[in-house]
């Protein structure tokens, strides 16, 4: 609850969350597994908000996630994996700054708010790895895809 001069601002939210993980290993140096979660950011009031909004919804998010861990062994060893996900934004909240102009807020002054303008999708891939050719020298590695969309 925040008031606003006689304005009260009430946002009132629950949402539950979870992670499933299902993993299998294909032999001794070889797992797949799989994830799904579901996360949630609150919604809040914004007493300085410029404007005639001044709270904002929740934001939930469904991510997806199957990856592939290996390790080997014998002259080189080391280990790679690789995962590809996907990330799907409900109300995504997005902190925006507003140059404000009167009767909002005095002329020229900037403001920052937050705003549920819809959709956003995130997906790529990511690997890692780590090559060991002796006892005293180890080469790591590691790389990112990310493309991401705000409906």
């Known amino acids: 609850d925040c008031t606003i001069g006689s304005t009260l601002l009430r946002t ?11 993993t299998y290993n294909v032999s001794p140096d070889v ?9 949630y950011r609150q919604g809040a009031a914004l007493p300085s908000a410029a404007g005639v909004k001044n709270t904002y919804d929740p934001e939930t998010v469904d991510n997806f996630e199957m990856g592939v861990k290996t ?11 690789l995962t590809g996900f996907y990330s799907k934004l409900k109300d995504a909240q997005q902190l925006v700054g507003i140059l404000c102009t009167r009767p909002v807020c005095p002329q020229g002054s900037t403001n920052t708010n937050v705003f549920n303008p819809g959709k956003a999708h995130i997906s790529g891939m990511e690997f890692d790895g780590s090559l060991r050719p002796s006892r005293f020298f180890r080469v790591d590695f590691a790389g990112a895809y990310i493309k991401s969309s705000l409906d």
């Open 71 to 81: 390790s080997f062994r014998g002259a080189v060893s080391g280990h790679f994996n």
């Open 31 to 39: 797992m797949i597994y799989g994830t799904y979660g579901r996360g």
């Open 12 to 22: 009132s939210t629950t949402k539950p969350t979870w992670t499933l993980n299902a």
